[in-house]
């Protein structure tokens, strides 16, 4: 079941980055939550390099969403070089 609701959070992520990032963000159902839950991860990993979490806990739901509008960020960079 913890599968399944990470999927749906990472979903529900994704979709906030993508609507508070500027310009075309044209992706499906699939890379909208992979981007959620691959910006969750993110976050995760940075907040502990850092020291703001704590070992064995996860970044909350603003920094999945920044995660997610920072990996955005850097796709449209890498897109628009090709």
């Given at each position: 079941m913890h599968f399944?609701?990470?999927i749906l959070i990472g979903f529900i992520v994704?979709?906030?980055a993508r609507a508070l990032m500027?310009?075309?963000n044209p992706m499906g159902f699939i890379l909208t939550t992979i981007l959620g839950v691959v910006g969750a991860l993110v976050a995760t990993f940075l907040g502990q390099g850092l020291g703001w979490y704590a070992e064995g806990s996860g970044a909350g739901f603003i920094a999945s969403v920044v995660g997610?509008?920072?990996l955005l960020f850097i796709y449209g960079l890498v897109s628009r070089r090709h």
């Open positions: 399944i609701w990470s994704g979709l906030v500027p310009g075309p997610a509008m920072v």
